[in-house]
């Protein structure tokens, strides 16, 4: 069955560390991968994507996530944190030979510590 | 431009009433989602409308559940009966057409519906 697997409920990290958002994920298909980030009391935004190619992506705000597809994982990283990143990050994953769905895991919830 | 809209934001409504949640994509995206954001869960999916192609419905719930998308752009999710455990945000998403090269298929959300079944 498909699934998205986030086994962190919270990270919190120091201002100025880098910070990484796990997130591993099961498809028998080739995965199509998101990530997304929620403020509070907004809505969800579109972080970055892996489709193909490259397994290193590049998204807004200086997020990137790595590909890696022996360890099903695609984990979300920050060279070096804002206390505005402080938010909750949603990964996702479609199954590109399975249908329309997207799978969302749960959410971390990142605190970036002053 | 204009972001993913959602109206009401917030609707507080008695059970066993019937409900009608609108969206309203960006201008262009063929692709429109619903999905149900519980306290503490991630997002369930509920259904999938791609351009005048059948809906994806495999994600409703019941059959108290139904959408309709007119004209390709404006969709209407409507919960017949409300029962408490519908109480949840509902979230609509947009997404462009999808290119060879990958492009697309990311989803551009509305800021949700708050649904309150009292």
């Known amino acids: 069955a498909q699934s998205v697997a986030q086994p962190e409920d919270q990270v919190n990290v120091a201002e100025g560390n880098p910070l990484t958002v796990k997130c591993t994920y099961s498809?028998?298909?080739?995965?199509?991968l998101f990530w997304y980030v929620q403020y509070p009391n907004r809505g969800l935004q579109f972080l970055l994507k892996?489709?193909?190619?490259?397994?290193l992506v590049k998204g807004s705000y200086g997020f990137e996530a790595e590909f890696n597809k022996s360890q099903t994982s695609f984990h979300l990283k920050k060279p070096s944190a804002l206390v505005s990143d402080s938010a909750l990050y949603f990964c996702?994953?479609?199954?590109?030979?399975?249908?329309?769905?997207?799978?969302f895991g749960t959410g971390t919830s990142l605190t970036v510590i002053p | 431009g204009a972001g993913v809209s959602q109206s009401p934001s917030n609707k507080v409504t008695e059970k066993g009433k019937d409900v009608e949640l609108r969206c309203d994509p960006i201008?262009?995206?063929?692709?429109l989602y619903w999905y149900r954001q519980s306290l503490g869960q991630g997002l369930e999916f509920l259904i999938y409308?791609?351009?005048?192609?059948?809906?994806?419905k495999s994600g409703l719930p019941s059959d108290r559940f139904s959408a309709e998308r007119t004209g390709g752009s404006v969709s209407t999710l409507t919960i017949q009966r409300t029962q408490q455990e519908d109480s949840a945000v509902y979230l609509c998403?947009?997404?462009?057409?999808?290119?060879?090269?990958?492009?697309?298929?990311?989803?551009?959300f509305g800021p949700g519906t708050r649904l309150t079944v009292t």
């Open positions: 998403a947009s997404s462009p057409p999808t290119g060879l090269a990958g492009g697309g298929y990311e989803q551009y």
């Open positions: 892996y489709i193909t190619g490259d397994n």
């Open positions: 498809v028998s298909g080739n995965p199509y």
């Open positions: 409308f791609q351009g005048n192609s059948a809906p994806d």
């Open positions: 996702a994953v479609r199954d590109m030979n399975t249908g329309n769905q997207f799978y």
């Open positions: 201008s262009g995206h063929t692709a």
